[in-house]
């Protein structure tokens, strides 16, 4: 509960704070967004570098926190020789999520997503570990490279897959899918708050839904991650008819 107020309460004190703050502002509404990420890919695949695809919006303060980590002059030089970096604009939580889906990825979890993809497969890198740039703000410049260089290097679920273990991954993707539905639906609702709170609007509503979601999006990253992990090493050990624990989460009053 600390930390949902504290992140409430964050997330209310940099939507002021933008308003006079222009760095890391890149995250713009495009006709041809999915031109732009295939243009992304084709360069990255050329010059042998990953593709980095930042998922994010200007009112977000963490989105904006990792733009400006990306152009820091100290870091970009060598980012610029491992990566090729497309920003994507995700508006108010309502646009744009094709391009998360196209890489496997049913639903981002928060702002900024920074997914790092392999240009020559089409891969998503980081699956599991994506949801981590929700608090960029909080990594200093060279804690963002060194993180981007370690997802990059060292690929979520790399290891081979088949038999029982496929079929537990199956039921673990099927669960994801069913959740994302879930937060979609929530970003309908909070994402027109969240635009009209920018316009000055009565936040109170809008501070009531987005502690239902938040919980929700920031719990369900961890389950994935764990159960997937739990899959593995219960298959690894030798075990049969493996029944995985999937949580349930409260109803949202929208619901």
């Known amino acids: 509960m600390k930390s949902f107020m504290f992140g409430l309460a964050l997330l209310f004190a940099c939507l002021e704070a933008v308003a006079d703050e222009s760095s890391g502002r890149v995250y ?3 006709t041809d967004t999915m031109a732009q990420v295939d243009r992304a890919l084709a360069r990255a695949n050329e010059e042998g570098k990953t593709a980095l695809i930042v998922m994010g919006a200007n009112w ?3 989105s904006r926190a990792l733009a400006t980590h990306l152009q820091e002059p100290s870091i970009a030089p060598e980012l610029e020789q491992e990566f090729v970096i497309q920003y994507v604009d995700v508006g108010y939580l309502e ?3 094709d391009v998360n889906r196209r890489f496997g990825l049913p639903v981002i ?3 900024p997503s920074a997914l790092l993809v392999d240009p020559a497969t089409g891969k998503l890198l980081n699956r599991d570990s994506v949801h981590i740039w929700g608090n960029a703000a909080s990594f200093s ?5 060194d993180r981007l260089r370690r997802q990059a290097t060292a690929p979520d679920n790399s290891i081979e897959t088949g038999g029982h273990l496929a079929a537990l991954l199956e039921d673990i993707d099927s669960f994801e899918q069913r959740q994302a539905g879930r937060i979609y639906a ?6 027109p708050m969240l635009a009209a709170y920018k316009e000055g609007e009565e936040a109170s509503e809008f501070e009531h839904y987005w502690k239902q979601l ?4 920031t719990r369900l990253p961890r389950d994935l991650q764990r159960l997937r992990r739990e899959a593995r090493q219960r298959v690894a050990d030798g075990e049969t ?3 995985l624990d999937f949580p349930v989460y409260a109803a949202f009053d929208w619901e």
């Open 28 to 30: 713009q509404p495009v």
């Open 186 to 191: 929530g970003f309908k609702v909070v994402g």
């Open 95 to 97: 646009r744009n999520f």
């Open 241 to 243: 008819d493996i029944q």
């Open 141 to 145: 410049a060279g804690e963002t490279r």
């Open 60 to 62: 977000c303060h963490d």
């Open 214 to 217: 938040y919980e929700m999006r």
């Open 109 to 111: 979890f928060g702002t």
